[in-house]
């Protein structure tokens, strides 16, 4: 029990922690960029929004499966690889906070750290990447959420190995399979209820904290 | 002019607003001066780099900054043009002495003096009130060692009190740094204590630059000047101090104006609302009007309900009467009236 939850929370933090980069890139790009094309990404980002996870899953072990362009990444069937598949999930939900951040913060506060001699690339360190810091850590917060509890994409694409990827939506998918492990089972969801509660009650208490500093 | 603004047929686009500008600001302070949609921020943004001039050239000292024929564009970051908002703009995680070090030290303790924010250092922006934050945002524009400062309606919305310690602190810095200043601002009062170079903008053009005698004579320019309260600028003569007011020459006439610091001999500006002028066709007696003018009418311009009478009283006099009155008193070109204003009507600018 302990191992497999502590093997969810590593594949999650894995899946926030890959995505976070480029989910701020996105982020940046669809909130200050302005480019032909700007719709598709969008519709693209949010895709995994949508798409049944099985389909998302099919996609992945397309890609980086055996035959795939990319299966010298050896993704498939290990934990690393479930990473990838939640966080392709949770990138919708990582995006959009991050994005809205980056839309809030007045764009006059970036220009005066370029009218200082700040490169864009400084400006947006010091300046666009901590005003945003709420909103990073929402998102962070709610992929990470998303992340544990991943199910259809991780089993489709990485499978149901124990140790390697059964986390705890494959542990209790499995113990139900079995006659006789219902008790077993009841334990796996009452501890991802927890988990995702302990998610959302944290990422709130950090939300009110971290508040106070964007307010100016 | 090698430390001066030059915009040289400057043609800028932001949304469906354009801007022509042509203008040269040298060291010193220019105000510019217009009502809210003239163009005056996209002229800043134009200048900051913020904004790429569809045509014409932006130097500064030596360097071109933009040459929209050339192609060539400096970006905001390697302009040197420092920047202060009417919103001071600080970023709120960052402490006062990380924010005013961002763009660089130079003359850190004495920034620091003239700006007064020596006890604030260790703030954060929501810990400031607006004139404190003000100052830190002028200190971090300083710090980065600007060679042009532009300032975007820096009095608006503080206090008289906050007003006249910018105003000094304006001052200091126009004796320590000899860089351009570009200040703009809707309030004249403040801009003709600053300075006496300014430039008028209307509707994305350059109405009129130079000093106030200039603007104010510049065709074109009245509606402006009008909308400003600015018509009637008169250049007197001080003769000397006289029971709680002051004796002044102005042209032939000997006129009685409110109390000021002019030594006598010394030469000032004084401006009278049109409102505030009376008009005669003969001289009164028996008025309590401390002054009388006389002179020609020049020029009688319909402004919505009333006529404005030029009178030429030496200098040009703007009155404003009333359809009615005009008719009574058969005002026409060429005709001498006397004009009669109380001392308080008048006020002294410099």
């Known amino acids: 029990m302990t191992e497999i939850i502590l093997l969810s929370l590593r594949i999650a933090l894995v899946a926030v922690l890959l995505s976070l980069p480029f989910a701020i890139l996105v982020a940046w790009v669809l909130a200050r960029v302005p480019f032909r094309g700007r719709l598709l990404l969008d519709v693209f980002v949010h895709l995994p929004l949508v798409l049944p996870p099985i389909v998302t899953g099919y996609v992945l072990l397309v890609v980086f499966g055996g035959h795939g362009p990319l299966a010298d990444l050896g993704l498939a069937f290990t934990s690393t690889g479930a990473s990838v598949a939640a966080a392709v999930v949770a990138f919708p939900l990582l995006v959009r906070p991050i994005r809205q951040a980056f839309e809030a913060t007045d764009p006059a506060l970036l220009h005066v750290a370029m009218s200082l001699g700040a490169s864009p690339r400084r400006a947006f360190f010091t300046v666009a990447l901590p005003l945003a810091a709420p909103g990073i850590l929402a998102g962070a917060l709610l992929a990470f959420g998303r992340s544990l509890g991943e199910f259809g994409a991780t089993i489709t694409f990485v499978g149901n190995i124990d140790g390697e990827t059964r986390t705890l939506p494959l542990a209790l998918f499995s113990a139900l399979d079995v006659p006789g492990r219902e008790s077993e089972a009841t334990a796996f969801a009452i501890a991802s209820a927890v988990l995702a509660l302990g998610t959302l009650v944290l990422g709130e208490l950090l939300a009110r904290r971290s508040r106070r500093w964007t307010t100016g | ?350």
Request: proline share 6%; glycine share 12%; with cysteine.
């Open chain 2, 1 to 350: 002019m090698d430390d001066g603004l030059i915009l040289d047929g400057v043609v800028a686009r932001r949304g469906g607003f354009s801007l022509t500008a042509d203008l040269r600001c040298g060291p010193g302070t220019t105000a510019i001066l217009g009502p809210s949609g003239a163009g005056k921020s996209t002229l800043l943004q134009a200048v900051a780099g913020f904004l790429r001039p569809d045509r014409g050239r932006v130097v500064l000292g030596a360097e071109v900054l933009s040459d929209a024929g050339a192609r060539s564009w400096v970006p905001p970051w390697r302009r040197r043009v420092g920047l202060v908002f009417q919103e001071p703009r600080l970023w709120p995680h960052k402490r006062v002495l990380a924010t005013i070090r961002y763009g660089g030290r130079y003359r850190e303790d004495d920034v620091i003096a003239w700006c007064g924010i020596g006890h604030l250092l260790d703030r954060l922006p929501r810990q400031l009130s607006g004139g404190e934050a003000q100052r830190v945002a002028i200190a971090r524009a300083l710090m980065a060692r600007p060679r042009l400062l532009l300032l975007d309606e820096p009095f608006t919305g503080l206090d008289p009190a906050r007003r006249r310690h910018l105003r000094t602190l304006l001052e200091t810095l126009q004796a320590e740094l000899s860089i351009p200043v570009l200040c703009v601002t809707h309030l004249v009062p403040e801009a003709l204590e600053l300075t006496d170079k300014l430039v008028l903008i209307d509707g994305g053009h350059v109405v009129a630059h130079g000093d106030l005698a200039g603007v104010l004579a510049a065709p074109g320019a009245f509606a402006l000047t009008h909308a400003l309260g600015l018509e009637n600028l008169l250049e007197v003569e001080v003769i000397g101090p006289g029971d709680g007011t002051t004796r002044a020459r102005l042209g032939a006439h000997e006129v009685l104006l409110p109390e000021t610091d002019l030594a006598p001999g010394e030469r000032g500006h004084v401006t009278v609302s049109p409102a505030d002028v009376l008009l005669a066709a003969a001289p009164l007696t028996g008025v309590s009007a401390r002054n009388a003018l006389s002179g020609e009418v020049r020029d009688i311009l319909p402004v919505g309900d009333r006529f404005l009478v030029h009178v030429d009283v030496g200098q040009p006099l703007r009155v404003e009467v009333t359809h009615a009155a005009a008719r009574e008193l058969g005002l026409a070109v060429g005709r001498t009236v006397w004009c009669y204003t109380k001392t308080w009507a008048c006020r002294w600018w410099d």
